[in-house]
């Protein structure tokens, strides 16, 4: 028989053919090709955290082909000589398994869970991004509430995620939740002894609520607000900052197709290198040092994944206030517990969740916005943030006080109450601080705007005095005024951002100017970001 | 490059002339797609330039050097001695080495890709108008038209039996449907007031040998845990107990400060406590021989053993329990009853 | 080197040690008391005293120069200075001496390991004049690592870990006080602890921990030490908290980086 006429350079024209005889999707499919999206080192820091997840559910699938989540007692018999004959969980054991007896298993371990840590740091970080530029205003309130969920989901994953290993530390965690839970007022008793299926650890129960959490259930949930997430976005179109030529009304930047869709990829492959990197270089929860868990066994040090690690700092800040209600002749308690580990989250997101509308409502401005603000030209929301982060570090700081008493030669206790008033007192000073910090940075920005850059240069006059010369940004005007308005756009602080003294050449944190061509202190226009938008 | 500045409406645009070449096509589609190219030029204004040459090849050598760490990736996956070995020795890099070459082939196809991105592919910036905002007025109507028509057409608003019918009927549905969550629902009486701990418990060693006096020395404290099948297992997680050995002086302080509910509970200088801290649940098990306080790890309280380990500083509220252990004929410990109070994190129906 | 010669270096190193010594005892004397840092743990037996063995006379020409002034004569003790040394034994002089942490330099919260001021053999010498003084217990000689690891592990995490950590890093206790690190602890340095219970550790007196147990957990914290980790750099392996401080310093670090290269103009 013989074949039909094949010819390999008209197939991909064949196959489009092919679909769009089917789809019709020529035109959307060019209106993809066709979006354009902004240039900002700044915008990237989501992408981080979306290949991570990439990373995290092919680790993670490979990882799930091992383990058995069991609570099941067994003998472990496998390679790791200082545990051999000791009895421990189906769980431990296939954990066990993956980093010593399955081939390539430990680096894939590792990596997942570094992959787990990038996850949350990036969406830390892309969340500060957000917030910190007003990026999160109308009309971006819905994505700005689904990120934020995107953070509390992958903390409940993660700590899932730490949980399921059954090493010594995993069921300290769950031995803490549990307290968390039974903590609740009214219902305490009962969500504990739904989760574990009776009294700690209660068994097989557990295993099975955060296995197929923690595989199937909450990683569905991340994907479906990831692909909101992502739709809000294509749909909304990206914000970007002000300048020239850029209005609330238009992005500029290159197509998705090809420029932004080559960096994405090639930084895919940037997150999963490092992240493969650190994966076998840096050793992650060596859970073979932890042993089983028993109830029994603790470590110094205990501590969860970083991300968890502020409820851990809140919990041990916290004083020893129960409360105890007698009703009915029958005593009631609220213990410390409930307060750091339920209350405090609870209002973190619904403070979190509310932030646009809180905003809006506090700044009167509902009008839509598509061009970000400088952290500086809002210092009420930056100071806000910075007293967020302050609260949030001495909080994460103090998760980790017995490490950092114990390195750094201090009182444990004096640890736990430098924590206790910290936590009071150094918020507010990072508000104050940040407040003062972006109107200095403001007014630094409306001098030069309105006597030019300093160039360096110093002039006697004929009196005796000394002034330095400043370049001023703009042609004089029919006054001789040469004051430009704010605009809150990047100000040009520097010579060689002007032009006058040419370009800087390459040096990767501090330009490095050619002497030889630093002469002319003519600004060349064409590189003057301040006015070729204005004309 | 300038002539696009305008908008033009191009009726006459005919895709298939031949004086357009494959870059106008583009710009047109974009302009449709109210995309405009307004700065588009190669990277390189002669092709073949020694710049474009040099970079050329840093793309193909990073692309060289993908090649051969990928290789090493599975020739080291492969052949690289990996099951684990005691000491040091080859077999514990297999995993540092996996890391390295997957990380480098990974980390320079990145750099490869953004190399090419970046200094290759010709430098654009595209203005793309946003339609923001809500629809047309004429939209919106005729869209909430179309969505409460359904209700006309149902006609729900009319027949108030219906509405009753269905209120009725989908409300036992929808409570039903998480009926089976109710599977999960465990009832939980007293299993959190009690342990295994009881009258004529003996107290036993995690290897299952029974505890006997003389085999805590002074200034020494053990784990212990009830002398029953499992005892020492996690289906007992609530009655791991401390004994310690206090010295004589300490003792005597400890009983003199005995709370009425903890009065007798000492026998001699052995105490035992809970060592299921009150706080949070962590095993409370630092134990500072010399100024009698027991430290939990988790969140750092601290008990004062010699006053009914009351607790003297971080955010535990309660005391850990003590068990009344005496010296049974036998000379083993044994228990003379279970915890006078509920051990472990506070709940809210503690008594 | 010339006999001389090497005669000559030991004069200068004694007179040296003297002048330490002297020092250290005016030290004291100022600072006034000394931390508790043995505790009896039984009394003086009346039995008339034996002549000194050879061993215990170096030791106790040591002993009046280096330990005196706080211990006592006849380590006796001296009040408000240094408790009475009868009874605590060789394993516990040992101890002391051979971390360094005796001769003591200055009250802390707790006394910290340093160079030992003398060498093993001395701290044995010292160690064999405490013993003949008042008994005590005593460090088995030979190899004190000939036990089962996976035991040892087990006993190890329910005995030591709480304080000492997973990895032996140690850890930190209450108001400035620390269990401290394995890493450096020998074979009869750990022994030694674990029978005499040095300051605030515990007492795992040989009833409670068999010197074949002691022996096991021996055997698997030493193992640790020496056991390369299979996942590449442990980064202290001080547990989540150094983890989360790699991923921001590493990771985020990193890929910043990499976002300003990619986002930056060509």
């Known amino acids: ?535 | 490059m300038s002539s696009t500045d305008t908008e033009r409406e191009a009726p006459e645009f005919d895709p298939d002339d031949p004086k357009l070449t494959r870059f106008d096509l583009v710009r047109e589609g974009a302009r449709r797609d109210g995309v405009e190219i307004v700065h588009y030029e190669p990277r390189f204004q002669q092709p073949g330039s020694k710049e474009e040459k040099r970079v050329v090849r840093f793309v193909a050598l990073c692309f060289a050097i993908v090649g051969l760490a990928a290789l090493a990736f599975i020739v080291a996956y492969v052949a690289w001695p990996w099951q684990y070995k005691a000491g040091s020795n080859i077999n514990k890099w297999y995993t540092p080495v996996l890391g390295l070459t997957l990380g480098l082939a990974l980390l320079f196809i990145g750099i490869a890709i953004i190399t090419w991105a970046k200094k290759l592919m010709p430098e654009e910036v595209s203005v793309e108008r946003r339609h923001d905002g809500a629809s047309p007025d004429v939209e919106r109507k005729m869209t909430a038209a179309t969505a409460l028509s359904m209700v006309d057409e149902l006609g729900i608003k009319r027949r108030p039996l219906l509405k009753g019918a269905v209120a009725l009927g989908l409300a036992p549905v929808g409570v039903a449907a998480i009926m089976p969550l109710g599977a999960l629902i465990k009832n939980h009486k007293s299993d959190l007031l009690t342990t295994a701990w009881k009258k004529g418990v003996r107290l036993m060693h995690d290897d299952g040998t029974l505890v006997r006096p003389e085999d805590v020395s002074a200034g020494g404290q053990i784990t212990v845990f009830p002398a029953i099948p499992e005892g020492n297992s996690n289906k007992y997680a609530d009655s791991p107990t401390l004994l310690i050995h206090l010295r004589a002086d300490d003792a005597a302080t400890t009983r003199d400060n005995a709370l009425p509910i903890n009065k007798g509970a000492q026998w001699q200088n052995y105490v035992a406590y809970s060592k299921i801290c009150t706080h949070a649940g962590c095993p409370a098990s630092l134990y500072e021989q010399q100024t009698n306080r027991l430290l939990c790890p988790c969140h750092q309280s601290q008990f004062d053993i010699t006053n009914n380990a009351r607790p003297i500083f971080g955010p535990a509220t309660r005391r850990l329990p003590q068990l009344p252990i005496t010296v049974d004929n036998d000379g083993y410990f044994v228990a003379t009853s279970d915890y006078k109070v509920p051990i472990g994190p506070g709940f809210w129906e503690r008594p | 080197m010339t006999a001389a010669r090497q005669d000559s270096r030991r004069k200068g190193g004694l007179r040296r040690k003297l002048g330490t010594a002297a020092r250290l005892v005016a030290a004291l004397a100022l600072a006034g008391g000394v931390y508790t840092a043995f505790a009896p743990s039984s009394q003086a037996d009346d039995t008339p005293k034996q002549p000194l063995s050879a061993a215990a006379q170096h030791g106790q020409q040591l002993y009046d120069t280096s330990c005196i002034s706080c211990h006592g004569r006849n380590a006796e003790g001296v009040k408000d200075r240094g408790p009475s040394l009868i009874g605590v034994g060789s394993a516990a002089v040992e101890f002391q001496v051979t971390t360094g942490r005796m001769p003591m330099g200055r009250q802390e919260a707790q006394a910290q390991r340093k160079p030992p001021k003398f060498d093993d053999t001395q701290a044995k010498q010292i160690g064999q004049y405490i013993q003949e003084l008042g008994g005590g217990p005593q460090l088995p000689d030979g190899n004190l690592r000939k036990g089962d690891l996976a035991a040892g592990g087990e006993l190890y995490r329910v005995n030591c870990s709480s304080c000492h950590g997973f990895s032996a890093g140690g850890g930190a206790l209450s108001s400035g006080k620390f269990a401290p690190s394995l890493k450096p602890a020998t074979d009869r340095q750990i022994y030694a602890a674990m029978l005499t219970g040095p300051q605030n550790m515990p007492v795992f007196g040989d009833n409670q921990l068999t010197p074949q147990e002691k022996m096991d957990i021996i055997a698997y914290v030493q193992n640790m030490k020496s056991d390369q980790d299979p996942g590449g750099w442990n980064i202290g392996a001080l547990g989540p908290t150094t983890e989360g401080l790699a991923i921001f310093l590493i990771g985020i670090t990193s890929l910043l980086f990499a976002t300003l290269w990619i986002a930056g103009k060509s």
């Open chain 1, 1 to 535: 028989m013989k074949r039909p006429n094949f010819n390999p350079k008209e197939a991909p024209a064949q196959v489009a053919d092919w679909a769009d005889q089917r789809l019709a999707g020529a035109s959307p499919l060019r209106k993809l090709f066709n979006k354009v999206f902004p240039d900002h080192w700044s915008f990237m820091l989501g992408e981080i955290a979306l290949y991570s997840f990439i990373v995290l559910l092919l680790t993670g699938t490979f990882l799930a082909f091992f383990f058995t989540p069991s609570s099941a007692e067994v003998v472990y018999h496998g390679s790791y000589v200082p545990l051999q004959g000791i009895k421990m969980s189906q769980a431990y054991a296939s954990s066990l398994n993956l980093s010593f007896d399955v081939r390539g298993g430990l680096v894939l371990r590792q990596i997942h869970h570094w992959a787990a840590l990038l996850f949350m740091a990036a969406i830390v970080v892309h969340m500060l991004r957000t917030f910190f530029t007003g990026a999160f205003r109308r009309p971006r309130e819905l994505n700005w509430m689904v990120g934020f969920l995107l953070f509390w989901i992958g903390f409940l994953e993660g700590f899932a995620g730490y949980s399921l290993p059954d090493d010594a530390l995993s069921g300290t965690g769950l031995r803490i939740a549990d307290a968390i839970m039974l903590s609740i007022p009214v219902i305490g008793t009962w969500v504990s002894f739904a989760v574990f299926g009776g009294e700690f650890p209660g068994g097989d129960r557990i295993f099975s609520l955060l296995y197929i959490g923690h595989v199937f259930l909450i990683p569905g949930i991340i994907l479906a607000l990831i692909t909101v997430h992502m739709a809000l976005l294509v749909k909304q179109k990206h914000t970007q900052w002000p300048g020239p030529g850029r209005t609330e009304h238009n992005v500029v930047g290159h197509r998705m197709f090809p420029g932004f869709a080559a960096k994405g990829g090639g930084f895919f492959m940037i997150v999963f290198g490092v992240l493969a990197l650190l994966g076998g270089l840096v050793q992650i929860n060596p859970i073979w040092l932890f042993g089983p868990y028993k109830a029994a066994v603790v470590s110094s040090a205990s501590q969860p994944d970083w991300y968890v690690m502020f409820l851990d700092g809140s919990t041990r800040l916290m004083p020893p206030w129960e409360i105890r209600i007698h009703l009915f002749n029958h005593g009631y308690t609220v213990p410390p517990v409930f307060w750091p580990t339920v209350v405090l989250p609870g209002i973190m997101v619904m403070l979190g969740l509310l932030y646009p509308f809180l905003e809006q409502r506090f700044m009167k401005d509902k009008a839509h916005h598509n061009l970000l603000q400088r952290p500086r030209d809002v210092p009420l929301r930056a100071g806000l943030g910075a007293m967020a982060v302050a609260f949030w570090v001495v909080l994460t700081l103090s998760g980790g006080n017995d490490v950092i008493a114990q390195k750094f030669d201090i009182s444990l206790n004096a640890m736990t109450w430098a924590g206790r008033i910290g936590i009071l007192i150094i918020p507010p000073l990072a508000y104050y601080l940040t407040y003062r910090l972006c109107l200095g940075l403001q007014q630094h920005d409306r001098e030069v705007l309105a006597h030019g850059v300093e160039t360096g240069i110093i002039k006697r006059l004929p009196n005796g005095q000394f002034v330095e010369v400043h370049q001023p940004l703009a042609e004089p005007d029919e006054h001789g005024h040469t004051e430009l308005p704010y605009r809150g756009w990047v100000v040009p602080k520097k010579m060689n951002r002007i032009g006058a003294i040419g370009p800087a050449v390459k040096g990767f944190f501090v330009p490095v100017e050619k002497p030889e061509e630093a002469a002319p202190v003519s600004p060349a226009p064409k590189r003057e970001e301040i006015t070729s938008g204005r004309k």
